[in-house]
Every structure is written in structure tokens, then in C-alpha cells.
């Protein structure tokens, strides 16, 4: 474990697989446990992995918090994070005077852990720590991006009965039109991981960077009180008339990013929004309710088929939702899902996420797409192949990547660079 951890920090991903073809049998086997398992809790691992590839400089925390979490613990993960969070933001102010980056990177670094602190909680819609720890993120990364040499700006735009917000980041302050990328996120992560997963990256390269959020993301689902709507153009068409209205934009290079979930929201939102030039779907998502489905025995699908809602979510709530034995994947799925899509029954989640397709969209794409296929992803497994296929059945500029090693969970959890530099390599040739 120690070893594969020494080597996944040294290397990126496709570079390790020329150290595969190199190892003797004892490294292949280590090398074969990539991607790292730094918790014995599979969704705490997720998290830790999502935690570790965003901040370099914070590893030692994200190990630290690893090696105290007690598995299948909620309470475990937040008061960790809760303690870490307020540590280091703590920390962050004693820096401001003498030393502005280290604040700054520290400020980003709470940030992180008031993120996690949260990201177990949303079980019990009530809890105050919802908004409390949302309050701390938002503070320190608020600190954290008006330190930057070129301040980030949080927007918040007039939409179809609701509010999109954004947070815009340009590459410097001249009037020069750049090309532009668009990142959204999917099912549970916020404007804030696009900013550190991708968007710096993307800024480093001379892209500007708008990361939004609508409904039943986290920011909306909080202050608007709204659940996830299927049809993101409806988020997306007021970023891009804002976007539109700039003088550093060039529109005729904008890009869009969708994340995890996002791999859905991006394709449908850019399918119906023509000033998207190029698209990324990391990874690609072809159902949704499919993904959620998967995780159901065969005997409760029957049910769910048979239309008896309340026998249905009477065996969810049962097995899962007032489970405490039950694994945190599954209870953090379900929680993240009801309370993201605004129900309390598993079966509404359901029947919402039969909108989540693109099986009947991808024909509008007229633009060159890139498909990222994490070939170890459990969340939508298959999913990308599927999304790629259809494209080229149609005729579509699409290009694959396959994500391998150590990044090949969902998203390139542990391994962003990986990704940034696979994504943001591609975009280059796309215009
Ligand atoms: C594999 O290589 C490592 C050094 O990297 C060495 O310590 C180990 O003994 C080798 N194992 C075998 C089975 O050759
Ligand atoms: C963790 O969450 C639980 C449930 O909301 C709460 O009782 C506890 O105080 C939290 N821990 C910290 C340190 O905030
Ligand atoms: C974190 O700081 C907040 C605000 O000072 C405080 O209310 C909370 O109890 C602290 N939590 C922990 C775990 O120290
Ligand atoms: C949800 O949180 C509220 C506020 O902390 C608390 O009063 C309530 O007991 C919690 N409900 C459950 C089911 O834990
Ligand atoms: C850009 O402008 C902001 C004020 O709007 C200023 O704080 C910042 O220092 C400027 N950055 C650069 C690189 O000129
Ligand atoms: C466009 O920009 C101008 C000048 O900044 C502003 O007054 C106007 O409200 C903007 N319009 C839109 C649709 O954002
Ligand atoms: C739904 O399932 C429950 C429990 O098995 C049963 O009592 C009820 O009659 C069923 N309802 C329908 C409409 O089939
Ligand atoms: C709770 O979850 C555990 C672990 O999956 C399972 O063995 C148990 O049967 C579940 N309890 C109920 C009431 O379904
Ligand atoms: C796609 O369209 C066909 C024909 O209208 C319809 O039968 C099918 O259910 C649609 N599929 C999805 C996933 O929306
Ligand atoms: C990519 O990975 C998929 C499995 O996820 C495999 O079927 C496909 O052949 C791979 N493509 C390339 C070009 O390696
Ligand atoms: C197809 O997409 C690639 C980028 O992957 C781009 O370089 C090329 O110009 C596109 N071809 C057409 C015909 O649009």
C-alpha cells in the first residue's frame, strides 16, 4: 500500500503504464491496487481520493483524517473534517499578514474540509450543520479566490424561475477576448471542487473560467430551495448570454465541462445551446435512473415496475435510509439523491431520473466531443462506452479517452492532473 502510495503521487496516469510493463511480479501487484485504497469504507475512500488529487499541499491532512475515520461512520467523517476545517481556517488568518499565498492556499485548503464536513450529512434536511459548514466553505473560499492575482467574481443570474450562480475567474484584466471554458458538476459536488479539480488547471493554460450551479447543486439546492430540473440550458443560456456580453470572451472558443453527472447536464445543456463550440463529458453518462437501478436487487426493481410506491420506499427506508448498518455507499447514494432531487421517496428519485438520457439527444451534437471513460468507475459503469458509441453511430466528432491506473475511478478521483492535462490537451485541438 505504501509503495503504490509512493509511486501514485510520483506518477501520472498514463505515464504509470510504462512502469506496469517494467515491474516485476511484487510491484505489478502493487501496482495492480491502484487506485489507492486509503479507507477500508469504499465511499469514504471516494471522498479522501476527491480530497487528496485536489490539493497536493494538503496530502498529509486527507492521510490523517484516513487513518482515524471508523468505517460505515457518518459522525466519524464530519467531525474529522468539522475539526480539520476549522483548524486550518484558523490557520489561514494567523497567515494573512506575513505570508498572502500560504493564506491563500490554506484558505483553499479549509474550504476543502468544510466541503467534506457536509458531504455526509444531507440524510437529515434539518441538521443546521448543512448551512453552517456551507457558511465556512463559502467564507474561506470567498478569502481564497480574492487573493488571486486575478480575483474570482461570484455571479448570480436571472433564470427560468430561479437563480444560476457562478463564479467567473479570467486570466488577467485585459480586454483581450480568450477562449472560455464552462464547468459544471452532477450529482452532489459544488462550484468549488469544479474551481479545484479543473479550473485552475484550465486558468494556468490561458482559458477563462466560469464554474455554475443551478438546481439541486449545492448552493440552489440550499439558498433557492430547489431540486435537480433535467433541462440544464435552462441554467446554462444566462451564463452564456453573460459570458456573451463580456469584452475578453471569445466566443467563438467556448467550451463546457460536465463532471460526473455532469456528463448528462453538459450534453443536454449544450445540445440546446449552439454558442457551445466544444464539449467534454468526464465521464460520459448515458442514464441515470440506469445508474441509480444498479445498485437494486432484481426483487425491489419488480416492485418498483409494479408501480407500489409505498411498499418500495417502506423496504428502501428500511434497508438503507434508517440503516445504520447499511454501507455508506448505499445510504450516502440514496441521501445524496433525495435530498438533491428534493423528495423524501426513493421511488419519486426514481421516476425523476428516468428524464436523465441522452439517448434522444445526442443527435443535436454538431460540435467536437471528447468522452472520458474512467475504466474502473462504479457509478456509471459502461456508461461512457455507451455514450461514445451512439456518438460514433451518428457520425459524430467524438474522441475517446480511456482513463486507466490510478485514474481510473469515476471522475479521476486521486489523480485530477491526470485528467486536466488529458481534457485541457484535447481542447487545444478542438478549435
Ligand atoms: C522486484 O523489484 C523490487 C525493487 O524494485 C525488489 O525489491 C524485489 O525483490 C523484486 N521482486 C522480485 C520478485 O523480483
Ligand atoms: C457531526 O454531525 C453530527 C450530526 O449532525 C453532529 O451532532 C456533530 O456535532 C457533528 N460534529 C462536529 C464536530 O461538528
Ligand atoms: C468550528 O468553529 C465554529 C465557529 O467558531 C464553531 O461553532 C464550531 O463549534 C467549531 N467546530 C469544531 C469541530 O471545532
Ligand atoms: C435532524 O436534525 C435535527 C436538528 O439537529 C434534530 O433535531 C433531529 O433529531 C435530527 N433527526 C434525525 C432523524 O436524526
Ligand atoms: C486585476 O484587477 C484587480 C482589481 O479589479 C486587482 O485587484 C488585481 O491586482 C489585478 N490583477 C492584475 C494581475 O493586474
Ligand atoms: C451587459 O453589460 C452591460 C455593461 O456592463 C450591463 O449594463 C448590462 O446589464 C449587461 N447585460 C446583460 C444581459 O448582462
Ligand atoms: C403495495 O404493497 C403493500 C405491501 O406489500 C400492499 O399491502 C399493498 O396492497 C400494495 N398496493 C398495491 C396498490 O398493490
Ligand atoms: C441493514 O444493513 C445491513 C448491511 O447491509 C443488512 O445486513 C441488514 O439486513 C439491514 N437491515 C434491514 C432492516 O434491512
Ligand atoms: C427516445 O425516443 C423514443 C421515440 O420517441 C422513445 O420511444 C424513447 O422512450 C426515448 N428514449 C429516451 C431514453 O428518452
Ligand atoms: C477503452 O476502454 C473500454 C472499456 O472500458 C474498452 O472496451 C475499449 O476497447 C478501450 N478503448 C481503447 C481505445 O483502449
Ligand atoms: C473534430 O474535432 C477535432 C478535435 O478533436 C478537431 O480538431 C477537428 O477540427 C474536428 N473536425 C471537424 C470536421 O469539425
Redesign the pocket.
Known sequence: MRLSLVLASALAGTISTSLVEA?????KAALASLPLALSPDPEFNFQLLISLGSLPYAAGDILAAAAVLVQNSFYSFNTTFAVLANATYAAAEKAAVPNPVNARNTYFAASNYYRSADFFLHGNWSDPLIFEYWTGQTLAFNKAIASLPVPGRRITLPADGFETVGTYFAVDNSTTKRRTLVIIQGYDAAQEDSYMQMGASAIQRGWNVLTIEGPGQPTVRRYQGLGFIPDYEKVLVPAVNWLANRTDIDMSKLALAGISMGGYLAARAAAYEPRIKALVLDDGVWDVQASIESGFPTELLQIYAAGNQTEFDAIIDDAIVNNASASSSARWGIDQGLWAFKTHSTYNLLQQAAAYKVQNITHLLNIPILVGNAVDDTDFPGQAMEVYHQLVSQNKNVTLHNFTGPASYHCQAGDFETANRAMLGWLETAF
Not at 515491474?23 to 510491484?27: E, Y
Open positions: 515491474a516485476n511480479a511484487t510491484q
